[in-house]
């Protein structure tokens, strides 16, 4: 079971100081709780992307190649990379990129978004964004698994011989998650591939994640990827914790009061009822994201959102050290029960075993006119 955290990105003012941060005070926040995510034990760190203001989430790869260079174990993931606007050809050079520099601590979660202007700006029709989806993400698995692609689609100018460089580390691809709030299509799109799916599930109630799940799954048993129960799963999450449920509900109250996705909505105490977001004591978080199981199933990975809504970072940091202290416990409830057939969540070495061993697959160029390749020559020569 991976465990880790995700962030949007969001600028936010304080609700209880009036401040909003600078860009960069974000920007430099993002890697503080990245740092600290590795630092209190925790798996995974996930960055959104996003394109506009109030978000500094845009450039996700350059984000997560800093993080990487600081870190030692932290996974590094998206949370989403926008396979609707962003060209599939970029995505795979970035991301094999990242993949090297890291040693392979890196996967990605593909998704269409949920910012509709998005896509005008990267020369996309919105009306098409499930067949953007489709087809860009067919690209993308060609490009990291075929050394040269000749390929023909509706969205992008074609590709005649075509090499994606650097090859994707170890000749293995990373890891990719499909993540999805309410699209039934990204959930059958992920079990056709035998891929994860992602199941954003902080804003919904659980009877709607346990049917996205339940389909996933059906669908990843009927391609003949396994059991249901061996589909690879993931679930979002929100918390905030304090010693005493009552502390922890004052102080993020008018946070959420004020929040830009649901703050002068429900009540916090409906809110908490009818979502999966947790206010309250560790115990009660802790108790709370165990109980995810008994609608999802057992799963491989849980990511928390913790630094949104105008939390300050001091605040945010505190949230992960009293996640830290809970961590042995969670890990220990979510083993507890789990068939020995369920898969644990795919990593790079995993993913390198299942393949046969790790492989060098650098492409060398040939000379146009002669067709001999340097290496080649040099050989000869000596």
Known sequence: MQIGIFSVGDVTADPTTGRTPSEHER???????ARKAE????????????????FISSNPTATLAYIGAQTERLILSTATT??????????????????????????????????????????????KGIELAIENYALLRRLWREDVVDWQGKHRT???????????L????????????????????????????????????????????ALYRRRFEHYGHGTADEAIVGLGGQFFMRRSSQDAVREFRPYFDNA?????????????????????SPQQVLERTLSFRDYAGHYQRQLFLVDHAGLPLKTVLEQL???????????????????????????????V????????????ATDDVTGARAEDAVEVGA
């Open 27 to 33: 920007i430099k926040a993002t890697v503080a709780i």
């Open 260 to 280: 830009p996705v649901y703050g002068h909505g429900p009540s916090l105490e409906d809110f908490t009822s009818q979502t999966p977001l947790t206010v309250g």
């Open 158 to 168: 074609p590709l005649q011989g075509y090499t994606s460089t650097p090859r994707p």
């Open 170 to 213: 170890d000749g293995v691809a990373p890891f990719v998650w499909h993540g999805s709030i309410r699209s039934p299509e990204i959930a059958e799109q992920a079990a056709y591939y035998g891929d994860g799916f992602f199941h954003n599930h902080i804003f919904w109630p659980a009877s709607h994640t346990r049917q996205m799940v």
């Open 39 to 54: 630092e209190v034990g925790l798996d995974v760190f996930a960055t959104g992307e996003h394109h506009n203001p109030p």
């Open 82 to 127: 926008l396979i609707t606007t962003t060209d599939p050809v970029l995505i795979a050079e970035d991301y094999a990129k990242i993949q090297h520099l890291t040693d392979g601590r890196v996967d990605l979660m593909m998704g269409r978004g949920n910012t509709g202007p998005v896509y005008p700006w990267f020369g996309k029709d919105i009306r």
């Open 353 to 364: 075993a299942a393949a046969g061993g790790a492989r060098d697959t650098t492409v060398h």
């Open 321 to 351: 050290d009293l996640l830290g202290e809970i961590l042995p416990e969670m890990r220990k409830g979510f083993a507890e029960g789990r068939p020995a057939h369920v898969p644990d969540a795919p990593t790079h070495a995993s993913l």
